[in-house]
């Protein structure tokens, strides 16, 4: 019989026991979140302690890595909201450290395929064409969430971000969760359910081009809320008249929620990015450009809606006349 003993606290003298007890034939599970760097280096040499440890940790200490990890959407973003509310009324202090999976769990539907392999349809007055626009804002959304979540999880300990960061990122997933919900709740009343089209995974391999630069934070603070999310300000406005002009009203009620919502996540994107440009000693707009330049594969491209972006504290001053081809002189 095999018998499964805990460590906790794998410092110095915790490692070396777990170690001795993994070579001794138990089933060790170490429990130490802290020091996660230290813990990795010990354990390289024991894969077989690494591969209970980090089991273990991820299922039952890291909140942020078990919502990048539930598959089924709905679940995604109930358990998002509770973890919020939780994290804002100061019942849960810590996150956990636990690493993020490279990519977040899915569920079976919708069946993803290559960005230009989804359908695209012109909105118009159709219900279809309404089902495929809110379809895919749905899969954004549930997107959006793994990426706050990620941005929770990846960046913690980070000695420049203050618990502030956590509470920031904390209330972006919750309000992602909110309109995957509002959207996945408006798709119900044009008949149709989140997972009935195929999606892209655009927006998520988007993203994890920044998981391993250097700069990861900087990177993934310029590409997510200041380049997909201020997208997401310049196409709203039109989006909502159009589904307001062919009579969906609780769709277009539905899209302001998220066009307001998301003026915010640009601004806590903008101003945790000058924030870490500073503790660098790096200037914001040209470290913007440069970012931009090393880890976007699309064009960033006008119209913007630069009243929207100003709301947000996003200036000129970054994106206009940016260019992926031309390097800036300053
Ligand atoms: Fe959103
Ligand atoms: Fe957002």
């Not at 991820?58 to 919502?67: F, K, L, Q, S, T």
């Not at 995974?201 to 380049?227: C, E, F, M």
Request: charge should be neutral; hydrophobic fraction near 45%; proline fraction near 5%.
């Amino acid at each position: 019989m095999s018998v499964t003993v805990g460590v906790i606290g794998l410092g110095a003298m915790g490692s070396a026991i777990a170690i001795r007890l993994t070579q001794a034939g138990f089933d060790v599970i170490g429990i130490d979140l802290l020091e996660i760097e230290r813990l990795e280096r010990a354990l390289e040499r024991h894969p077989r302690l690494a591969e209970r440890v980090f089991t273990e940790a991820e299922r039952d200490y890291a909140a942020a890595v078990a919502i990048l990890e539930t598959a089924d959407a709905r679940d995604k973003a109930e358990s998002s909201r509770a973890l919020a509310a939780a994290w804002r009324d100061g019942g849960l202090t810590e996150i956990g450290t636990a690493r993020p999976p490279d990519r977040p769990a899915r569920q079976s539907r919708p069946p993803l395929v290559r960005p230009g392999e989804v359908p695209r349809r012109r909105l118009g007055r159709s219900r279809e064409s309404r089902v495929a626009l809110f379809h895919a804002l749905a899969h954004i959304e549930l997107n959006a969430i793994d990426l706050a979540w990620d941005m929770v999880a990846r960046f913690a300990g980070n000695p420049d971000l203050a618990r502030g960061f956590h509470d920031d990122w904390v209330a972006v997933a919750a309000e992602e969760a909110r309109h995957f919900t509002l959207l996945s709740d408006h798709l119900h009343r044009l008949g149709a359910s989140y997972g009935d089209l195929p999606a892209h995974d655009g927006l998520w391999q988007a993203a994890a081009a920044t998981a391993h630069d250097p700069l990861a934070r900087l990177a993934r603070l310029a590409v997510v809320p200041l380049v997909l999310e201020a997208r997401g300000l310049d196409v709203l406005p039109d989006m909502i008249a159009r589904v307001a002009a062919a009579g969906d009203r609780d769709g277009a009620a539905a899209l302001e929620i998220v066009y307001r919502d998301e003026i915010g996540h640009v601004g806590t994107g903008r101003r945790w990015f000058d924030h870490l440009c500073s503790c660098r000693g790096l200037p914001p707009e040209t470290t913007w450009r440069a970012l931009v330049r090393t880890h976007f594969k699309g064009e960033v491209k006008p119209p913007f809606n630069a009243a929207a972006r100003r709301a947000a504290g996003f200036l000129p001053a970054y994106y206009a006349g940016f260019s992926k081809q031309t390097a800036d002189s300053t």
